[in-house]
């Protein structure tokens, strides 16, 4: 592998640019459209769609591993589109 193909697999940013553009868009939708439960579901999707790229594409991040990026990625983006289901839809919660 020569140093040019090196300077280009460091220089991938993989999936943070799409997570940070997401979270200003869930952001948008939580806060000026007052729609909060949306805007944590669509925070959680775009993680999740952020876990799966980074399982499949990489990244600049050389202290984790991609499998550890991928799984906490899609365990809290999978968390929050529960979270906005849940409190858009409360007949979802199971009654006692």
Known sequence: ???RA????????????????GAATAMV???LLDMPEWGGF????VMTL???ARLAGGGRLAVRRKA???????V??????????IL???ALMPMR
Do not use: Q
């Not at 669509?42 to 999707?45: D, I, Q």
């Open 1 to 3: 592998m020569n140093a």
């Open 6 to 21: 090196v300077n280009a697999s460091e220089e991938r940013w993989g999936p943070y640019p799409l997570v940070v553009a």
């Open 29 to 31: 939708f939580a806060v």
């Open 42 to 45: 669509a925070l959680g999707a």
């Open 50 to 52: 952020g876990a799966l």
């Open 68 to 74: 550890t990026d991928a799984l906490t990625l899609a």
């Open 76 to 85: 809290l983006g999978i968390a929050l589109m529960a979270g906005g289901l």
């Open 88 to 90: 858009e839809f409360p």
